[in-house]
C-alpha cells in the first residue's frame, strides 16, 4: 500500500511539474516553429532551407513529447474527475483500435477485438479507452510487421479480465520491475516517452482495478506478451454510485 501512495503522489507531482514545464517550453518552442517557416519560405538557398526542414522536423518531436506531457499531466489527476458508469470494454476497445488505425506507424499490424460486447464494467470510458490505447501501442512497438494484436475479454462473477496479446518481442525479467515507473522506456529517443504504463497504472488503481502482465505467452517460441486488466463488473441490480474493490485475483484461484 505504502508503495502505491508512494507511486500516486510521485505521478502527482511529476503530473504537475509535466504540464508546468511543457507550457513554459511550449511558448518559445512555437517560436522557434514560426521562425523556422519563415526561414524556408524567405530563403533562397536550397541548403538553408534543408536545414529550416530539419529544425521543423525537431520541433515537431518536441511537440510530440509535450503533447504526451500535457495529456499525461491531464489524465494522471485524482479521482475528483473520475466518472463512474457502465462501461463496454468492447467498445472502448473498438474506439481504441479505430484512432490506432488513423496512426502512420502502424507496419501493418492488425488489432482484432475479441472482446463480449455483452459484459459491461463500471468506470470511466474514456480513461479505460486510453489505457487500451497505450496497451495496444505497446503490443504494436513491440510487434513485427503485420502481426496481429488481440483483445479479449474474461467473464468472473464480480469483475472482467481485458487481456491483450501481442506476439512481440516479449518483457525481458529484469526490467519488470521498473515498467510502471514514469520516464522508463527501452524506445530509441524520441520514441517513448515512458509515460505510457505510468498512466496505465495510475488509471487501474483509480479503479481499484489489477494488472498482470504475462511474458512470455508462447512458452516454444518464447515471444509475446499478455497485459490482464481485471476492473469491477457492472452489476444491474447493485447500486452503481461506489465503486468495489475488484476481487479477480480471488475469482481466478
Ligand atoms: P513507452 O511506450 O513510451 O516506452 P511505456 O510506459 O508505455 O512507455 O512502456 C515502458 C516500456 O515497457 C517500453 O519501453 C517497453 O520496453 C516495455 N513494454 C511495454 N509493453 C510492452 C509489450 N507489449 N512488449 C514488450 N515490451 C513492452
Known amino acids: 500500500l505504502e508503495a502505491k ?33 519563415e526561414l524556408r519560405t524567405l530563403s533562397d538557398d536550397q541548403d538553408t532551407r534543408e536545414v529550416a526542414e530539419q529544425i521543423l522536423d525537431q520541433t515537431k518531436r518536441i511537440s510530440r513529447i509535450l503533447h504526451s506531457l500535457i495529456n499525461f499531466a491531464h489524465s494522471g489527476q485524482t479521482s475528483e474527475s473520475l466518472t463512474i458508469e457502465p462501461v463496454s470494454l468492447y467498445q472502448c476497445s473498438n474506439e481504441a483500435t479505430s484512432l490506432l488505425s488513423l496512426r502512420k506507424d502502424n507496419r501493418g499490424i492488425r488489432f482484432v477485438n475479441n472482446c463480449n460486447p455483452d459484459l459491461l464494467v463500471t468506470g470511466d ?19 513485427p510487421e503485420n502481426a496481429i494484436v488481440t483483445i479479449n475479454t474474461i467473464a468472473w462473477e464480480h469483475s472482467i479480465t481485458l487481456e491483450i496479446t501481442d506476439n512481440g518481442s516479449g518483457i525481458p525479467e529484469h526490467i519488470r520491475d521498473r515498467l510502471f515507473e514514469p520516464f522508463f522506456t527501452t524506445k530509441e529517443a524520441g520514441k517513448g516517452t515512458g509515460l505510457g504504463l505510468a498512466l496505465v497504472y495510475s488509471i487501474i488503481e483509480e479503479h481499484f482495478g489489477t494488472i498482470t502482465i504475462q511474458s512470455p505467452v508462447d512458452e516454444q517460441t518464447h515471444r509475446g506478451t499478455r497485459f490482464s486488466i481485471s476492473l469491477p463488473r ?18 481466478m484461484e
Open 234 to 251: 457492472h452489476m444491474a441490480d447493485l447500486n452503481q454510485t461506489t465503486l468495489k474493490p475488484a476481487s479477480a485475483h480471488r475469482d
Open 5 to 37: 501512495l508512494i507511486h500516486s503522489e510521485r505521478l502527482a507531482s511529476i503530473g504537475r511539474l509535466a504540464a508546468g514545464v511543457a507550457h513554459e517550453i511550449g511558448n518559445p518552442l512555437t517560436g522557434v516553429d514560426c521562425l523556422a517557416q
Open 125 to 143: 470510458p474514456q480513461k479505460l479507452t486510453q489505457v487500451i490505447i497505450n496497451l495496444l501501442s505497446n503490443a504494436r512497438d513491440a510487434s
